[in-house]
């Protein structure tokens, strides 16, 4: 699990891992929004203080895993990653996990309702994508929580807000 102080630089460093040749078993990306409601739903241990938090999956033989968690340390501290954790067992690697499969579950706790996109992003403008969604909130008072797929560009943002006030 890697941290970053905003949304940017964690979309940056989805292009860099990528850009190094690391192709990771898993890489999923979720900003404090969605961070925040999966942590009180599973308590997996994530860093709340973070704008945006990478998870990051290495497979492969012992000594193949840990040469790509070397490798990948490189390129997320490089990038301005502020804190990284590799999960010390079985137990914590399946709890950070459980966050991110539990993403959607969890938005129902901040919001009554939420529309999510689905949308194919080239990794090296996720940051810029991120950006402009940050911008679009800002613009048109919305609220949005991201949670995706970033090793393959597959972005999700979760538009949150109670229907019952649109009537």
């Known amino acids: 699990m890697a941290s970053f102080g905003d949304v940017e630089s964690a979309g940056a460093a989805v292009a860099e891992v990528i850009a190094n040749g690391i192709i990771p078993a898993g890489l999923e990306l979720m900003d404090r929004a969605m961070t925040a409601a999966v942590e009180k739903f599973v308590h997996a241990g994530y860093d709340l203080e973070a704008a945006a938090i990478l998870l990051c999956e290495s497979d492969g033989t012992p000594e193949e895993v840990e040469e790509e968690i070397a490798r990948m340390e490189a390129v997320l501290q490089a990038v301005g990653a502020t804190r990284m954790e590799v999960s010390r067992d079985e137990a914590q690697r399946l709890k950070f996990w459980s966050g991110r499969k539990n993403a959607f579950p969890a938005s129902g706790a901040i919001s009554p309702?939420?529309?999510?996109?689905?949308?194919?992003?080239?990794?090296?403008?996720?940051?810029?994508?991120?950006?402009?969604?940050?911008?679009?909130?800002?613009?048109?008072?919305?609220?949005?929580?991201?949670?995706?797929?970033?090793?393959?560009?597959?972005?999700?943002?979760?538009?949150?807000?109670?229907c019952q006030c649109a009537r």
Do not use: W
Request: hydrophobic share 40%; glycine share 6%; with cysteine.
């Open 113 to 162: 309702d939420y529309m999510c996109m689905d949308s194919t992003i080239p990794r090296k403008r996720l940051a810029e994508m991120l950006r402009e969604i940050q911008r679009m909130e800002a613009k048109y008072g919305l609220r949005c929580a991201n949670v995706f797929h970033a090793g393959d560009g597959n972005l999700h943002p979760l538009i949150l807000f109670d």
